[in-house]
């Protein structure tokens, strides 16, 4: 079935390392693939999307690389901070449809001082 | 920081209550949503609005309903919750053209006894 997941449900590091959290999905009909971070008690926040016909878009400390051959998408954090530590979630937006984003499981990301 | 609330914040009620979750929105967005989501997993979309009057079903079955009667106000009500309800409920909205940024709210944590 169409599914978008996550590798590792928590990813611990260093402040100041960098952090990547993988994403793996199944539908190659998805037009954009989304990050999301969600803090303690608020709702998910929007970071980076990137279309499928991409290979890699920059944001601020934020990298997202597209590897449609293996269907996988990385978030990288660069610098990680403890204002960093949240859940992050991969979402996909199917071509056609109602355009909504399905999301996948988080990822833990705990950043240590 | 979005301006979009949600009330309650928690809810603790018993089994076959009615119970109405307000979610409002001044940014003045065409599209809503209610997501529904347990601790650290993926959120699931069960219902959207694309604009006043207009309501959809998301993917998650749910026997929630919700109504559309203004831009800013798109309120969420179990008829008769049961324990099987107990779950955080997130709102979002997002601006025209723009599907892949949504705007989530703070979420309603709801435990039926």
């Known amino acids: 079935g169409e599914s978008v997941g996550l590798h590792l449900p928590t990813l611990s590091v260093q402040e100041g390392d960098n952090s990547i959290i993988n994403c793996a999905y199944s539908?190659?009909?998805?037009?954009?693939f989304i990050w999301y971070k969600q803090e303690s008690g608020k709702g998910p926040q929007f970071i980076i999307d990137?279309?499928?016909?991409?290979d890699k878009r920059q944001g601020q400390r934020v990298t997202v690389l597209l590897n449609k051959t293996v269907k996988h998408l990385s978030l990288q954090i660069a610098a990680t901070q403890p204002g960093d530590s949240a859940v992050y979630f991969c979402?996909?937006?199917?071509?056609?449809?109602?355009?909504?984003?399905?999301f996948g499981r988080g990822t833990s990301l705990i950043v240590h001082p | 920081e979005a301006d979009i609330y949600q009330t309650p914040r928690y809810l603790v009620i018993g089994t076959g209550k009615k119970i109405t979750l307000e979610c409002s929105q001044t940014?003045?967005?065409?599209?809503m949503y209610w997501y529904q989501q347990d601790p650290g997993m993926e959120l699931h979309l069960i219902h959207y609005?694309?604009?006043?009057?207009?309501?959809e079903k998301g993917d998650l079955s749910s026997e929630s309903t919700v109504s559309r009667i203004r831009t800013e106000h798109f309120p969420l009500t179990l008829e008769s919750a049961r324990p099987s309800h107990t779950s955080q409920y997130l709102c979002?909205?997002?601006?025209?053209?723009?599907?892949?940024?949504?705007?989530f709210g703070p979420g309603t944590r709801l435990t039926v006894l």
């Open positions: 979002a909205s997002s601006p025209p053209t723009l599907y892949n940024e949504q705007f």
């Open positions: 539908n190659s009909a998805s037009d954009y």
């Open positions: 990137i279309r499928s016909n991409m």
């Open positions: 979402a996909e937006r199917r071509s056609g449809g109602s355009y909504i984003p399905t």
């Open positions: 940014m003045g967005h065409d599209k």
């Open positions: 609005s694309y604009g006043v009057n207009s309501t």
